[in-house]
């Protein structure tokens, strides 16, 4: 069964801290994978990933994705509390239920809560 | 523009009743989805379309039912709520290259089934 687990599910940094957040995944036919940010209401989108060891960066994040080992992580430096989010990585592949458009697959999330 | 609206935000049912979770949006997305989340599962996708006239099922379709007549409008409906359909209940859009380019998201329906 396709999964994609990320880690830790939970952290408490606080404001200047570097954090680094870890997605790992399963999947039978790997398209893409994603990096969302969810805060009160509906996640916002932060990067899409493709290419294997390519960094994107927007201000304080980044995110680089490693197909060799199934996973991707998402580094946030010099913390602000506006960062505090749940931030959710989902992967884009063919499902095993047979849908015929694909599906993305998200992990549970991590909740990050940065203290002043 | 709006981006993606979502109808009603809060929504108590009794279990048996039906009802119609609305979504719509302005930016001319082929894609559109609908998504439940629930506390620690994280976001399951339930339907989704390709297009007007076009829809397919995700991996948690049963008790729901959609329809894409026009672009803009792919409403969800629960035929008959049970409690296990109490979650929160996201629909997203994206361009026609699919869902695996940015989806922008509705600011969601919480839906309670008594």
């Known amino acids: 069964e396709d999964k994609v687990v990320q880690s830790p599910l939970s952290l408490v940094v606080h404001e200047g801290d570097t954090v680094t957040l870890n997605c790992s995944y399963e999947?039978?036919?790997?398209?893409?994978l994603l990096w969302y940010k969810q805060e009160k209401k509906a996640p916002t989108f932060l990067f899409m990933l493709t290419s294997s060891g390519i960094e994107k960066k927007s201000g304080r994040l980044s995110s680089i994705l490693d197909k060799k080992e199934l996973s991707s992580i998402l580094n946030i430096t010099a913390t602000q509390t506006g960062d505090s989010a749940i931030y959710l990585c989902?992967?884009?592949?063919?499902?095993?239920?047979?849908?015929?458009?694909?599906?993305?697959?998200f992990g549970k999330g991590t909740k990050l809560s940065v203290k002043p | 523009n709006a981006g993606v609206t979502q109808t009603p935000k809060f929504q108590v049912l009794k279990t048996g009743q039906s009802m119609t979770l609305q979504c719509a949006q302005d930016?001319?997305?082929?894609?559109m989805s609908w998504y439940r989340q629930d506390p620690g599962m994280g976001l399951r996708l339930i339907h989704y379309?390709?297009?007007?006239?076009?829809?397919d099922q995700g991996e948690v379709p049963n008790g729901y039912n959609v329809s894409r007549s026009t672009t803009e409008d792919f409403p969800l409906r629960l035929l008959s709520a049970a409690p296990s359909q109490t979650s929160v209940y996201f629909c997203?859009?994206?361009?026609?290259?699919?869902?695996?380019?940015?989806?922008?998201f509705g600011p969601g329906t919480r839906l309670t089934v008594t």
């Open positions: 997203a859009s994206s361009t026609g290259q699919g869902r695996s380019y940015e989806q922008y």
């Open positions: 989902a992967v884009d592949s063919i499902p095993h239920y047979g849908g015929s458009q694909g599906n993305l697959i």
């Open positions: 999947v039978t036919n790997f398209r893409s």
């Open positions: 930016m001319n997305h082929e894609y």
């Open positions: 379309s390709v297009g007007a006239g076009i829809t």
